[in-house]
């Protein structure tokens, strides 16, 4: 089993900063990427951004580029989300994905409500 904690969610004005980090544990096991997606009220999961384990090469949706950084700690098996100049539109339930190595399960965190002021 693979466990998967986020943090750092809260309540921010628009053009603020908020940092969210993601804990993967359990038995030993291989990261293949780690990703970041969210859920706003009434509408379908989104991809945000993610990363690949092994070279750390990065992707990001349009709507977040040059905004949001995702960034990890390889000795700690954490991913992180730097989120600047944020905007109403980013408020939703983000939520923690872990993909291992050669095991087809996503694994998901509960989600870190982030609710943007205008």
């Known amino acids: 089993q693979v466990q998967v904690v986020e943090s750092g969610g809260g309540l921010v004005q628009a053009g603020g900063s908020l940092r969210l980090s993601c804990a993967a544990s359990g038995r030993t096991f291989v990261l293949y990427a780690m990703g970041w997606f969210r859920q706003a009220p009434g509408k379908e999961r989104e991809f945000v951004a993610a990363i690949s384990w092994s070279d750390g090469n990065t992707y990001y949706a349009d709507s977040v580029k040059g905004r949001f950084t995702i960034s990890r700690d390889n000795g700690k098996n954490t991913l992180y989300l730097h989120m600047n100049n944020l905007k109403p539109e980013d408020t939703a339930v983000y939520y923690c994905?872990?993909?291992?190595?050669?095991?087809?399960?996503?694994?998901w965190g509960q989600g870190t409500q982030v609710t943007v002021s205008s």
């Open positions: 994905n872990v993909k291992r190595d050669k095991d087809p399960v996503d694994y």
